[in-house]
């Protein structure tokens, strides 16, 4: 055993460890294959190192197999790189140079185990009086020369070309798992360099066996964590972590050395050991605060926005004022925030700013793989843990940040990658900032628990309101009904005596001429008069107290109540009100609910269409059976029309398209509540602001 067997073991065991770790750790895909090969075919490498150098002088043949072996691996390590890059790059330009490195690769394995590798690795040296080594000039083999030049420096060189020109290309997280890419490709390429240094008589012991192990670390490292750390912190930490505990194993061994005395010695060692990590931590610290003074700012502004956020009461505001501080502190090139809509049974989209060409989806599934992430993680997560086509043209250094109401997903927002000129952030998402997002997200949850409770309140408020002054006005409108019904009845009996009067007792004494235009007077009289009394009837039926029960009912009926107030309102604010309404269509429901919806839309409507310039005023109520067992209602205007960022939350609590001052948005919902209770659906069209609406309602008739 010597200490090359010990890197080699250790290099071996860490690839392999490796190796199977990114398999099973990650999702499945081309790129973490084939680093999966990588690291194996550096563990086969480090393996075979580990063996050949403890095979004594006499056993040359044996010596040669394991060099076969670790030739094996290093043979195949470079086309391996060279197709993760392209693969992790999207180089899809590459493939034919892929090709052309993996059937070079299979010549030199040929070569590497074609009679016992006499045209390849040629003979072995027994170098540092402890192991057999590969000696090229013994041989002076061209295929080797070939190999080594062609694969270890312009292969190697080409993929690490490739690898820089990714970088420069690329912004966010990318950009940050490309450095680790690099330090790690380096530090490999120093690794294998160093391990064929003593094959051409450069004996310079093979210690950098040990870096073929750190450097697939490196990079498994940058492909598992999706936040990492910055990587002027990663090596500012390794930096004091070797300085220091250069100083507490260094010190001692200088000291015994120099005067001797191993007790003090294995004494300071053991004290300064002690001290190590206390200094360690202190210095990190502090380090890191002079580097991510810019990070810690913004991620303290972060803080005191989302303690701040539970205060406000509207959801709405919540979302702009997000959108608002995200694009303050942190910067991001889009920014999207998402919300459960009740209508669409998705998520759509409700804030939205980009500084780049990116396409977010509009709506997003509720049962999408983003939403099924956050069911089960229910923590900010980075884009590439669901569909890559969830989020539209995303980047893939987007973090997602969800929030909950009720136990459930409310809602997420979206941050694409920070711009690099950012003057307030680091370039990336690093795990301080999940912390902190974490933090984001449970506050935002509670500000929109907050939301929804006051808005509930809110509601109950409203409709306990609503009922009392229904009730107050349906008592008033009684009333009112029954002081106007008895004198207009005593003038239409009048009317009719004095008619009768006029025929009978003054027929004799009055020409025909003057007696017909009396009597017709007469006539007109009594016919307004019991229109009013229809109106008047059509009212107190509106306006009494019903228990709910549903008989059947003649639509008819109906809608002769429903256009008996309406009419005479349509005609004084000068709006056409036109009527089509087929017979003998009868439903089982209650008529004072069925009127009160027709009313409810019919309000809507005469608003619309006076406070709309342009088009003829025309309101168009129709009944019709639409087959055997249902019937279609539309009320359809030539009003402003319904913006279509309303069109999905039109039936919602508190949303309107009057002013504050003349809409409350408790109406519709009412509507389609009554309407569901019937049996029916609600819906409309409408092409726009401007373009009218038609509602339309379903009912089933009764069999």
């Known amino acids: 055993m010597n200490i090359l067997s010990i890197l080699g073991t250790v290099t071996a065991i860490t690839n392999f460890g490796i190796s199977i770790f990114v398999l099973f750790r990650l999702k499945n895909s081309t790129h973490v294959r084939v680093f999966a090969a990588i690291a194996l075919a550096s563990g086969v490498w480090g393996l075979a190192g580990a063996v050949f150098s403890t095979i004594p002088k006499e056993s040359h043949d044996l010596a040669m197999f394991w060099w076969q072996v670790g030739y094996t691996g290093a043979i195949l390590t470079v086309p391996f790189f060279l197709h993760f890059i392209a693969s992790y790059l999207k180089l899809d330009n590459q493939k034919n140079v892929i090709r052309i490195v993996y059937f070079l690769s299979f010549l030199f394995l040929f070569f590497n185990w074609f009679d016992r590798s006499s045209l390849f690795i040629g003979d072995l040296q027994f170098v540092f009086g402890k192991f057999y080594w590969g000696d090229w000039f013994k041989r002076r083999g061209v295929i080797w020369l070939i190999f080594y030049i062609g694969f270890y420096w312009i292969i190697l060189g080409y993929s690490f070309i490739l690898l820089v020109r990714g970088y420069l290309k690329s912004t966010g997280m990318l950009r940050n798992q490309l450095k680790y890419f690099m330090l790690g490709s380096i530090i490999g390429w120093l690794g294998a360099e160093f391990q064929y240094l003593p094959t051409l008589r450069i004996y310079i012991f093979p210690y950098s ?26 090596i500012t930490r390794a930096g004091i972590f070797l300085t220091i505990y250069t100083i507490v194993i260094g010190l001692p061994l200088w ?30 610290q502090r380090v890191e605060r002079i580097l991510l003074r810019r990070q810690m700012e913004h991620q303290l502004a972060i803080r005191e926005f989302a303690e701040a956020l539970t205060k406000i009461k509207q959801l709405n505001m919540i979302f702009s004022k997000i959108k608002l501080k995200m694009e303050e502190i942190v910067g991001p090139e889009f920014i999207g925030i998402y919300t459960f809509s009740r209508t669409t049974n998705a998520y759509t989209l409700k804030e939205e700013h980009s500084t780049a060409d990116y396409k977010l989806n509009r709506v997003i599934k509720k049962d999408s793989s983003l939403a099924r992430v956050f069911n089960e993680l229910r923590q900010p997560i980075f884009s590439e843990l669901c569909d890559d086509k969830c989020l539209g043209d995303a980047a893939h250094e987007t973090m997602i940040i969800p929030f909950y109401a009720e136990g459930s997903l409310f809602g997420f927002i979206v941050l694409g990658p920070k711009m690099e000129n950012n003057p307030y952030t680091l370039d990336i998402y690093v795990q301080q900032d999940v912390g902190i997002f974490e933090i984001l997200s449970s506050q935002i949850s ?10 509930s309140e809110k509601i109950r408020a409203m409709k306990e309101e609503q009922i009392r002054r229904q009730k107050a006005m349906d008592h008033f409108s009684a009333s009112l009904a029954h002081e106007v019904d008895n004198p207009i009845f005593t003038v239409q009996c009048t009317a009719e005596l004095l008619k009768e009067t006029l025929v009978e007792e003054c027929s004799q004494h009055l020409q025909q001429e003057k007696l017909t235009p009396l009597t017709g007077e007469l006539d007109n009289i009594i016919t307004s008069i019991k229109r009013i009394s229809r109106i008047v009837k059509s009212v107190r039926e509106f306006s009494a107290q019903t228990d709910g029960e549903f008989t059947e009912i003649s639509m008819n009926d109906v809608a002769y109540s429903f256009t008996s107030i309406l009419g005479p309102q349509a005609k004084y604010d000068g709006i056409i009100f036109e009527k089509h309404i087929e017979s003998d269509i009868f439903v089982n429901g209650n008529k004072i609910h069925l009127v009160e919806i027709f009313m409810n839309l019919a309000v809507n409507a005469l608003h619309a269409v006076k406070n709309h310039t342009g088009n003829d005023k025309k309101i168009i109520f129709s009944i019709a059976k639409t087959d055997k067992d249902k019937c279609l209602i539309s009320l359809a205007d030539d009003g402003y029309g319904i913006d279509e960022d309303l069109a999905g939350d039109i039936f919602l609590d508190f949303v309107t398209t009057k002013p504050p001052t003349e809409g409350s948005g408790m109406g519709l919902p009412r509507v389609k509540n009554m309407v569901e209770k019937h049996g029916g659906k609600i819906w409309f069209e409408s092409k726009g602001k401007g373009k ?7 009912l089933p008739l009764l069999n």
Not at 222 to 231: E, F, Q
Not at 264 to 283: Q, R
Not at 446 to 455: D, G, K, P
């Open 209 to 234: 066996m040990l870096l073929i192990g750190v450097y697939p670390a490196i990079w498994a490292y940058a492909i598992i964590k999706y936040h990492l750390m910055d990587i002027r912190v990663a």
């Open 255 to 284: 000291f015994t050395y120099q005067f001797g005395g191993h007790f003090w010695a294995v004494l300071s060692m053991a004290i300064l050991a002690l001290a190590g990590p206390f200094i360690y931590d202190h210095l990190r």
């Open 692 to 698: 009218g609406t038609t509602f339309f309602i379903e």
């Open 446 to 455: 509670l500000a929109v628990e907050n939301c929804l409770f006051w808005r």
